[in-house]
């Protein structure tokens, strides 16, 4: 059986809903543009299924420490 990404695993890498939601749609629109670039896949930045979305692949790349942010000072 498939493990299912939980919102609570998410929120452990990047602990503000609203950092998380801007990270994820941030890296969706990156790799769709390499998609698009490439006339195919996107370079992966972790193993996937074929069957995953690419809302999964991208929150596979946030758990494993590939996609993330950084604090801006003001």
Known sequence: ???E???DELLA???NKYILTIV???RA???A???MERNGEPLP???YDKKDTEMK???KEILAGKVGYEKEEE
């Open 29 to 31: 629109r990156e790799r």
């Open 24 to 26: 994820a749609g941030e």
């Open 1 to 3: 059986m498939k493990k």
């Open 45 to 47: 930045l972790t193993k």
């Open 13 to 15: 890498k990047i602990p």
């Open 33 to 35: 543009k390499e998609r």
């Open 5 to 7: 990404i939980t919102y």
């Open 57 to 59: 692949k991208v929150f």
